[in-house]
């Protein structure tokens, strides 16, 4: 997910959720603190949730927009099963009402408190599959579903399905803006968040297609400004593009107290560049913005160019994606949307992109992209391959180098997400199947993954 500070709902429990023993300060079970959670986050009303986050994990109030949002698209969650998996955590696996989203939820119980509460993506338990379904049937359901959550305000956004160059569907809901002054198109930009990193990864990939870049290449030699580390020293460019290099993230008080002064790769580098690996390079995955501003300032440094004026060079304009950048057209751009419709959606100043993501496209573009990728225009075959194969574990899906390889219903596809409050993106291409599904939203994790998802499990496969 990506360029987002957090994807974890945290809570505690308002009084009115809690068990009776509780209110006699008897002590409370894990099997209560997650009844307690589940019926605050599932309050009708909306206003037990917030109750619960202030009154007991107030470390977590920062995040609760992004957790009203989480909650709105949700439309509350079913509990499947739970277990105490240690004698202060308990693990529960839950349904979405709205959607066919499954969910792992770990509650940590501290004293008298929920200390943290983890909350990802689960595979569909047996007994749930969703049913594959004819194309024009599939199609069919996607727009009764698009055209309920935007009329229930829960979704605004574009969606994009094709196969090959063949346009199966296009369409736009919702508004761009918090007033509902202007209706999104098919046309309008949004943030792509981490989708962004793609580009990156194709533009690292041609540097080492055309021999002037290799995977086995150190940070050290690379970036001859790059502090003298163990990091530098050992941190590869295969690593980097697998998540694989420790390299971690740049979120913190640091990029809080310096935000407005970073703006290129090598700011990042001058703050950020003399920590260690978080983990012996290549020895585990682990999700790293931080790598991504690396690969970056390795492409600058290479091909002599910005990051952002190579990509332009390099990989839109062969693309033919003349509405995608790195900086927002607030007259052509949705809004960032942050919270909820229920409690009052909050606009977002426009992110600026970066390697690591959050620059901005449109579903059209982003279709041009993909068959781009196909028809081999930006990288030969032996490299896009390279681009699309899985070499690692990541989660619940698979790592290339640059993209997410998941399972969706049975079937592989490649792509990657991107979220941030007010963000959320979808790419997805099914090779064997030939579909493209793109779904832009300028609402926070998990609109358009949602959305991507309930027709990308539906579609046949043959």
């Known amino acids: 997910m990506i360029l987002s500070r957090r994807y974890v709902l945290g809570g505690g429990l308002a009084l009115a959720c809690l068990p009776r023993h509780a209110l006699a300060a008897q002590p409370l079970t894990p099997a209560d603190w997650l009844s307690g959670w589940l019926a605050a986050f599932n309050d009708p009303g909306g206003a037990a949730y917030p109750d619960f986050v202030r009154r007991n994990i107030p470390n977590l109030a920062p995040y609760l927009e992004e957790d009203l949002g989480v909650r709105e698209a949700s439309g509350g969650l079913v509990l499947l ?6 004698p202060r955590e308990i693990t529960a696996w839950v349904r979405d009402r709205n959607w066919d989203r499954f969910s792992k939820v770990v509650l940590s119980i501290g004293d008298n408190t929920i200390d943290d509460l983890s909350f990802t993506g689960a595979p569909a338990p047996p007994g749930f599959a969703v049913r594959r379904m004819g ?12 055209r309920a959550e935007a009329a229930a305000g829960r979704f605004s956004g574009s969606v ?10 296009r369409e736009a809901y919702g508004a761009q803006d918090a007033g509902n002054m202007r209706a999104v198109i098919p046309a309008t930009r949004f943030c792509i968040g981490s989708a962004g990193k793609m580009f ?18 150190t940070i050290a030699m690379r ?3 790059y502090p003298d ?8 460019v295969r690593h980097l593009l697998t998540h694989t290099g420790g390299t971690g993230d740049f979120f913190g008080p640091d990029y809080d107290m310096h935000e407005s002064a970073l703006r290129t790769p090598s700011d990042f580098v001058r703050l950020f560049g003399r920590r260690d690996p978080l983990f012996p390079p290549g020895s585990r995955w682990g999700y790293s913005n931080f790598g991504f501003i690396l690969l970056g300032a390795i492409l600058e440094q290479v091909s002599g ?3 952002d004026a190579y990509l332009q060079r390099n990989v839109f304009s062969p693309a033919g994606m003349t509405a995608t950048s790195a900086v927002a057209s607030p007259e052509e751009t949705a809004e960032p949307l942050n919270g909820a419709a229920q409690t009052g959606l909050k606009p977002l100043p426009y992110y600026v992109g970066l390697p690591a993501g959050g620059g901005y496209s449109t579903v059209d573009d982003l279709h041009r992209f993909a068959l781009a990728l196909q028809q081999d225009t930006l990288l030969d075959p032996t490299h896009r391959r390279i681009l699309t194969t899985p070499v690692i574990p990541a989660g619940s899906a698979r790592w290339s180098l640059g993209l997410r390889i998941a399972m969706r219903n049975g079937e592989p596809c490649f792509g990657h997400g991107g979220s941030a409050p007010g963000v959320n993106a979808d790419f997805a291409v099914y090779p064997r199947a030939g579909y493209a599904i793109i779904t832009l939203c300028n609402r926070g994790h998990p609109h358009a993954l ?13």
């Not at 099963?81 to 240690?86: F, P």
């Not at 994009?160 to 569907?169: F, I, S, T, Y």
């Not at 990091?231 to 590869?236: E, I, M, P, Q």
């Open 81 to 86: 099963r739970s277990e105490q998996t240690a």
């Open 450 to 462: 949602n959305v991507a998802e309930f027709v990308g499990t539906r579609l046949p496969i043959a």
């Open 160 to 169: 994009l399905v094709a196969k090959g160059d063949q346009l199966l569907l």
């Open 229 to 236: 580390t163990p990091l530098a020293r050992s941190v590869t």
């Open 200 to 217: 990156t990864a194709v533009g690292v990939l041609q540097l080492v297609q055309a021999g002037r870049l290799s995977l086995a290449d």
């Open 305 to 307: 160019q910005s990051w």
């Open 135 to 146: 194309e024009a049937e599939a199609l069919r359901a996607l727009r009764r579903k698009l």
């Open 223 to 225: 970036l001859p400004d």
